[in-house]
């Protein structure tokens, strides 16, 4: 069982910053996949950033440029920086671990995130 405790979310005007904190309770580079997902009032989960184990990133188009993920492994943390926030960023953010290619997959409680315009 791995456990993610996700913070840092908050209330942020129109084009500010945010870096939100995911605390991993096993080791982060065991992991085959750790990602940010965002889920909004009415919508579907959507992937904001991944890193696989090699360290290679994933954002998808809408994302690129305006976030990055990183990792911490003295921490066993993963990191989002997400800058130039806009309303539509508001959402439910949550951090996901998949162990191996095949699962388990585990995930966080999540951390609100509001943009106000």
């Known amino acids: 069982q791995v456990q993610l405790v996700e913070s840092g979310g908050g209330l942020v005007q129109a084009g500010g910053s945010l870096r939100l904190s995911c605390a991993v309770s096993?080791?982060?580079?065991?992991?085959?996949?750790i990602g940010w997902y965002r889920q909004a009032p009415g919508k579907q989960r959507e992937l904001v950033a991944r890193?696989?184990?090699?360290?290679?990133?994933n954002y998808p188009d809408s994302m690129k440029g305006r976030v990055t993920i990183s990792r911490d492994g003295a921490k066993n943390t993963v990191y989002l920086q997400m800058n130039s926030l806009k309303p539509e960023d508001t959402a439910v953010y949550l951090c996901?671990?998949?162990?191996?290619?095949?699962?388990?997959?585990?995930w966080g409680q999540g951390t609100q995130v509001t943009v106000s315009s």
């Open positions: 890193v696989i184990s090699g360290g290679s990133t």
């Open positions: 996901n671990v998949r162990v191996t290619p095949f699962g388990p997959d585990y």
């Open positions: 096993a080791n982060i580079f065991a992991m085959n996949t």
